[in-house]
């Protein structure tokens, strides 16, 4: 084997290998990216559910200071306090409503940007794997030249036979 030709076929093997390596690169970070989003996603959910108890207990603590001061000045439970609890439990349902839509906009946000950055990844991992093919491809067509010649017999094209011996007329009659 002539020192170009192994050259040529050690560097198809190196290029080959990084970009595979690149590949597989590409692909563990996007796996890890996925998490990051993932982990995203955890955060989101666990604020939404502490800011909605939260909004829960200062309804709670409205309502009991609320009946508190209805105990200390003596007055029934009459329509304008229970107007007052109504529109206090009304506010925080809309808030509750407002704070969960809030957090599902924010999920499907995390979960796009998860399934776009695994797309990429792979987007990426192909392209690394598209030139590593390439790369082999390419010392295909540049080493042929550089093979050793492999003994043929020369075929003669303007015999009758079109080059293929012909054993019939081989004179041996």
Do not use: C, W
């Not at 590409?26 to 989003?37: E, M, S, V």
């Not at 329509?79 to 599902?104: C, N, P």
């Amino acid at each position: 084997m002539s020192p170009t030709l192994f050259l040529t076929l050690a560097s198809t093997v190196v290029s080959t290998k990084m970009n595979l390596d690149a590949a597989n690169a590409a692909k563990a970070q996007g796996k890890l990216q996925a998490r990051q989003f993932d982990q995203q996603g955890k955060n989101i959910k666990f604020t939404a559910l502490q800011n909605h108890n939260q909004r829960m207990r200062n309804l709670n603590v409205f309502q009991n200071v609320n009946e508190s001061i209805l105990g200390t000045t003596g007055r029934d439970y009459d329509r304008s306090y229970s107007k007052i609890i109504d529109k206090a439990k009304k506010d925080a349902l809309t808030d509750v409503s407002r704070m969960g839509v809030d957090t599902a906009m924010k999920l499907g946000q995390s979960s796009l940007q998860k399934s776009l950055t695994l797309l990429q990844a792979q987007n990426r991992a192909n392209a690394y794997r598209y030139q590593a093919l390439s790369s082999i491809m390419s010392t295909a067509i540049k080493a042929q030249p550089m093979l050793p010649k492999s003994p043929t017999t020369a075929l003669d094209t303007s015999s009758p036979t079109g080059g293929i011996p012909d054993y019939r007329y081989s004179g041996l009659d």
